[in-house]
Protein backbone atom coordinates (compact mmCIF):
# COMPACT_ATOMS: atom_id res chain seq x y z
CA UNK A 1 0.00 0.00 0.00
CA UNK A 2 1.24 3.33 -1.21
CA UNK A 3 1.13 6.03 1.21
CA UNK A 4 2.55 9.56 1.21
CA UNK A 5 2.50 11.22 4.46
CA UNK A 6 2.90 15.05 4.65
CA UNK A 7 3.68 17.00 7.76
CA UNK A 8 4.97 20.34 8.94
CA UNK A 9 2.14 22.74 7.82
CA UNK A 10 0.76 25.67 10.12
CA UNK A 11 0.05 29.36 10.95
CA UNK A 12 3.13 31.58 10.12
CA UNK A 13 3.28 35.38 10.43
CA UNK A 14 4.54 37.14 6.84
CA UNK A 15 8.18 36.62 6.64
CA UNK A 16 8.39 33.62 8.24
CA UNK A 17 9.68 30.09 7.70
CA UNK A 18 8.19 26.10 7.23
CA UNK A 19 9.89 23.22 6.22
CA UNK A 20 7.10 20.71 4.55
CA UNK A 21 8.35 16.50 4.97
CA UNK A 22 6.52 14.31 2.83
CA UNK A 23 7.07 10.70 4.25
CA UNK A 24 6.95 7.60 1.42
CA UNK A 25 5.79 4.33 1.67
CA UNK A 26 5.12 1.23 -0.35
CA UNK A 27 7.24 2.98 -3.30
CA UNK A 28 10.86 2.30 -4.73
CA UNK A 29 11.39 6.11 -3.80
CA UNK A 30 14.33 6.71 -5.34
CA UNK A 31 12.87 6.15 -8.60
CA UNK A 32 10.27 8.25 -8.47
CA UNK A 33 10.01 12.07 -9.29
CA UNK A 34 8.83 13.95 -6.40
CA UNK A 35 6.62 17.13 -6.24
CA UNK A 36 4.99 19.66 -3.61
CA UNK A 37 1.75 21.35 -5.11
CA UNK A 38 -0.23 23.65 -3.79
CA UNK A 39 -4.11 24.79 -3.89
CA UNK A 40 -5.21 28.37 -2.84
CA UNK A 41 -8.89 28.71 -2.10
CA UNK A 42 -10.82 29.17 -5.30
CA UNK A 43 -8.05 28.62 -7.48
CA UNK A 44 -6.58 25.48 -9.40
CA UNK A 45 -3.82 22.82 -8.09
CA UNK A 46 -0.26 24.81 -9.00
CA UNK A 47 2.76 23.44 -9.05
CA UNK A 48 4.89 24.48 -6.95
CA UNK A 49 8.40 22.68 -7.12
CA UNK A 50 9.77 19.51 -8.57
CA UNK A 51 13.01 17.49 -8.01
CA UNK A 52 13.72 14.10 -10.13
CA UNK A 53 15.65 10.94 -9.27
CA UNK A 54 19.11 12.48 -10.09
CA UNK A 55 18.16 15.31 -7.94
CA UNK A 56 17.71 18.12 -11.01
CA UNK A 57 14.68 20.61 -9.80
CA UNK A 58 12.53 23.02 -10.86
CA UNK A 59 10.45 25.81 -8.93
CA UNK A 60 7.20 27.87 -9.94
CA UNK A 61 8.62 30.98 -10.72
CA UNK A 62 6.21 33.00 -7.87
CA UNK A 63 8.82 30.66 -5.77
CA UNK A 64 12.03 30.66 -6.93
CA UNK A 65 14.46 32.07 -4.33
CA UNK A 66 12.12 31.44 -1.46
CA UNK A 67 11.37 27.59 -1.70
CA UNK A 68 14.22 25.01 -1.74
CA UNK A 69 12.84 21.23 -2.78
CA UNK A 70 15.35 18.31 -1.36
CA UNK A 71 14.91 15.10 -0.88
CA UNK A 72 16.90 12.15 0.90
CA UNK A 73 16.41 8.55 -0.41
CA UNK A 74 17.71 7.11 2.67
CA UNK A 75 14.77 8.07 4.72
CA UNK A 76 12.38 8.02 1.89
CA UNK A 77 11.33 11.83 2.05
CA UNK A 78 11.42 15.01 0.40
CA UNK A 79 11.43 17.77 1.77
CA UNK A 80 10.40 21.80 1.14
CA UNK A 81 11.88 24.64 3.03
CA UNK A 82 9.79 27.61 2.68
CA UNK A 83 11.45 30.98 3.58
CA UNK A 84 10.25 34.45 3.23
CA UNK A 85 6.80 33.43 3.02
CA UNK A 86 3.85 35.81 1.73
CA UNK A 87 0.37 35.59 2.25
CA UNK A 88 -0.30 34.34 -0.98
CA UNK A 89 1.39 31.33 -0.25
CA UNK A 90 -1.30 30.12 1.67
CA UNK A 91 -2.44 26.84 0.75
CA UNK A 92 -2.96 23.19 0.94
CA UNK A 93 -0.21 21.79 -0.19
CA UNK A 94 0.28 18.46 -1.21
CA UNK A 95 3.39 16.26 -2.30
CA UNK A 96 2.87 14.12 -5.28
CA UNK A 97 5.32 11.04 -6.49
CA UNK A 98 5.31 10.39 -10.29
CA UNK A 99 6.93 7.41 -12.32
CA UNK A 100 7.20 7.10 -15.73
CA UNK A 101 7.75 3.89 -17.58
CA UNK A 102 7.69 4.15 -20.83
CA UNK A 103 3.85 5.62 -21.93
CA UNK A 104 2.72 4.80 -18.60
CA UNK A 105 2.60 7.54 -15.82
CA UNK A 106 2.02 6.64 -12.31
CA UNK A 107 0.87 9.50 -9.85
CA UNK A 108 0.44 9.41 -6.19
CA UNK A 109 -0.65 11.91 -3.72
CA UNK A 110 -0.25 12.84 -0.38
CA UNK A 111 -3.50 13.64 1.76
CA UNK A 112 -2.09 17.91 2.33
CA UNK A 113 -1.36 20.06 4.65
CA UNK A 114 -2.29 23.42 4.92
CA UNK A 115 -0.05 26.39 5.15
CA UNK A 116 -1.31 29.75 6.49
CA UNK A 117 0.69 32.90 6.30
CA UNK A 118 -1.28 35.62 8.14
CA UNK A 119 -0.21 38.48 10.61
Known amino acids: QVQLVESGGGLVQPGGSLRLSCAAS????????MGWYRRATGKQRELVAA???????NYADSVKGRFTISRDNAKNTVYLQMNSLKPEDTAVYYC?????????????WGQGTQVTVSS
Open 96 to 108: KAELVRLSTKTNY
Open 26 to 33: GIIFSSYV
Open 51 to 57: ITSGGST
